[in-house]
């Protein structure tokens, strides 16, 4: 169980080594990604390490809480002036493709968590479902989406998000496996569920 500090420094140190952990765990993976490099890219020793962390894998849990968390806000304040459901989807699908471009540990985290913590990786799409069912279900309540299931709906639509910036943003515009050199802002986000929104 990692511990919270209790002063401005400390909390400091802690983002300190959540950031490291996020390049070393993106660049190495999860086996590779030892604490002492960490703590050498987080400019700390190892026994600072352990007033924060229990170990690697608490650390790892940790970061994709964290970036779970970084990526939902990011997608909501995207979201949060548009107004209606669909300019919501677009923004909030605009807001995501921005923070891979800048996150891309977001994908290689998250898919390590599904053999190093599988139960990281179901909070991590779980919680992100759960807003979105709450956005649609107001969307349904308001007549601006059709009678639809909005559990398979915003799973689907996370998917949707999901690989298409894995594929336009992650690798790039010429889909080779490389992630691209600099964060690219889509154009315009993809269209959502065009089959299942009522026109107004």
Not at 81 to 86: E, G
Not at 166 to 193: F, H, K, Q
Request: glycine content about 8%; charged content about 25%; hydrophobic content about 40%.
């Amino acid at each position: 169980m990692s511990a919270q500090p209790r002063t401005a420094r400390g909390a400091e140190t802690r983002r300190r080594i959540l950031r490291a952990a996020e390049d070393v765990f993106a660049e190495l993976g999860y086996t590779e990604a030892s604490v002492s490099r960490i703590t050498d890219r987080a400019g700390v020793g190892q026994g600072t390490f352990y007033l924060y962390f229990d170990s690697k894998l608490d650390l790892f849990n940790e970061l994709v809480e964290d970036l779970n968390r970084r990526v939902r806000h990011a997608m909501a304040e995207g979201a949060a002036s548009a107004p209606d459901r669909i300019s919501a989807e677009r923004e909030g699908f605009a807001a995501f493709f921005r923070f891979t471009a800048e996150h891309p540990a977001l994908y290689r985290v998250v898919r390590e968590a599904e053999l190093v913590s599988p139960e990281a990786l179901r909070l991590h799409y779980t919680r992100i479902v759960e807003g979105y069912i709450e956005g649609l279900d107001q969307a349904h309540g308001a007549g601006e989406i059709g009678d639809i299931d909005t559990t398979v709906a915003a799973w689907a639509l996370m998917g949707i998000g999901e690989m298409i910036g894995m594929r336009w943003v992650l690798w790039g515009s010429n889909g080779s496996g490389r992630a691209a050199a600099t964060p690219i802002r889509p154009r315009r986000a993809p269209p959502p569920c065009p089959t299942t929104c009522s026109t107004r």
